[in-house]
T-cell receptor, first 116, second 111 residues
């Protein structure tokens, strides 16, 4: 049973470019969240998608956008890249309505983005 | 002030030691408290979570929540070199969609 898979694992872009990151959730999960983890920091919530809609958004500019597809997979798009966007981008999946109520997240290994 | 404060360490201990990792938080509305472990070049993985106050034990790991002090702890007994990783505390609201993470504490267990 595959967990959360992300692609690409590493990529290098230059300032002003655009990037698309992809995520396939764990089997049985219907909710995808994206987090940004800068070096030496904890993950910061970007947004969460459920039923193909953005359900909640963190404190990130509109340059960050996303999409969820009918098969629950998701994309994160970042436009007009800045040097400060260099980070590990983590996708996490979960199941809305799970009995625990704790929003337990299963993370992928991340996509490491370097902006030059 | 950050919602969740966590000492980044690093924390270095000998094999077999008891490790104590801690976080403080400012929002009393948090109800779910988690600990994630993150190995180098990997995503975080959930170790355990607790609801509201109290203790929870799972093998060598014990999580404690003191809501009156807004303080949570993770204890690791008989620490092993394989426990060397970054430990992230995290918390969320009931029915909440986002999880708030601490900065993570880097732990090194020396053989």
């Amino acid at each position: 049973d595959a967990g959360v898979t992300q692609s690409p694992t590493h990529l290098i872009k230059t300032r002003g470019q655009q990037v698309t990151l992809r995520c396939s959730p764990k089997s049985g999960h219907d909710t995808v969240s994206w987090y940004q983890q800068a070096l030496g920091q904890g993950p910061q919530f970007i947004f969460q998608y459920y039923e193909e809609e953005e359900r909640q958004r963190g404190n990130f500019p509109d340059r960050f956008s996303g999409h969820q597809f009918p098969n629950y997979s998701s994309e994160l798009n970042v436009n007009a890249l800045l040097l400060g966007d260099s980070a590990l981008y983590l996708c996490a999946s979960s199941r809305t309505g799970a009995s625990s109520g704790a929003n337990v997240l299963t993370f992928g290994a991340g996509s490491r983005l370097t902006v030059l | 002030q950050k919602e969740v404060e966590q000492d980044p360490g690093p924390l270095s201990v000998p094999e077999g030691a008891i490790v104590s990792l801690n976080c403080t938080y400012s929002n009393s509305a948090f109800q779910y408290f988690m600990w994630y472990r993150q190995y180098s070049r990997k995503g975080p993985e959930l170790l355990m979570y607790t609801y509201s106050s109290g203790n929870k034990e799972d093998g060598r790991f014990t999580a404690q929540v003191d809501k009156s002090s807004k303080y949570i702890s993770l204890f690791i007994r008989d620490s092993q070199p394989s426990d060397s990783a970054t430990y992230l505390c995290a918390m969320t609201f009931p029915g909440g969609f986002k999880t708030i993470f601490g900065a993570g504490t880097r732990l090194f267990v020396k053989a």
